[in-house]
């Protein structure tokens, strides 16, 4: 297992452009967490899944956004509408139940013009 | 989880010792100290964490001071590579959707 895999690792969208991001997490983990980094900030949680179970989502910062683990493996985060505000570096991480083997991807950085 | 405070940024020569201090004067008897860490262009890394006694690994000490009130991450003998920002996270292990809160860090700045 070669840890947590985002993908891609940047993106460059217009404004108004819908955008997918897609996680894959350590195999044997069964939580799955998403969180937002802009520059200078430490990251921010935004939702997390317990196998498909979306189990918190109420930090998503917008209608806007949506995140899915269809069949408790990877996850897919969504932001449609994109905007300005949006730019920043989207991050995944996932470990067990018990929140041992806590481990992040490398992030999909998101620029929108 | 309790709020820290973290010096916004320490430069250390290469191979002498870093000491990265965090405050957390508000911690509960049962929150934990986490110390994670974020290379440039990566996502946060796991270090080490303790509850009240000091702990050591591969790589780092955690000191924690009696009242708890404080802690210090140590990396013996520091290296380019560690060069990054540095996050001391306070929290009840497995709360509740076992979300990590980051506040800003330290930048560490290891210097030849």
């Known amino acids: 297992d070669t840890g947590v895999s985002q993908d891609p690792r940047h993106k460059i969208t217009k404004r108004g452009q819908n955008v997918t991001f897609r996680c894959d997490p350590i195999?044997?983990?069964?939580?799955l967490y998403w969180y937002r980094q802009t520059l200078g900030q430490g990251p921010e949680f935004l939702t997390y899944?317990?196998?498909?179970?979306?189990?918190?989502k109420s930090r998503l910062l917008s209608d806007r956004f949506s995140a899915e683990r269809p069949k408790g493996s990877f996850s897919t985060l969504e932001i449609q509408r994109t905007e300005q505000g949006d730019s920043a570096m989207y991050l995944c991480?996932?470990?067990?139940?018990?929140?041992?083997?806590?481990?992040f991807g490398s992030g999909t950085r998101l620029t929108v013009v | 989880d309790a709020k820290t405070t973290q010096p916004p940024s320490m430069d250390c020569a290469e191979g002498r010792a870093a000491n990265l201090p965090c405050n957390h004067s508000?911690?509960?008897?049962?929150?934990?100290v986490y110390w994670y860490r974020q290379i440039h262009s990566q996502g946060p890394q796991y270090i080490i964490h303790?509850?009240?006694n000091n702990e050591t690994n591969e790589m780092a000490s955690l000191i924690i001071t009696e009242d708890r009130k404080s802690s210090t991450l140590i990396l013996p003998h520091a290296t380019l590579r560690d060069t990054a920002v540095y996050y001391c996270?306070?929290?009840?292990?497995?709360?509740?959707?076992?979300?990590?809160?980051f506040g800003g860090g330290t930048r560490l700045m290891v210097k030849p």
């Open positions: 899944f317990q196998n498909e179970a979306q189990l918190e």
């Open positions: 195999s044997e983990h069964n939580r």
């Open positions: 991480a996932s470990s067990y139940t018990t929140g041992l083997g806590y481990t």
């Open positions: 303790g509850l009240k």
């Open positions: 508000t911690i509960s008897g049962n929150e934990y």
């Open positions: 996270i306070v929290r009840v292990p497995n709360n509740a959707g076992n979300m990590l809160t």
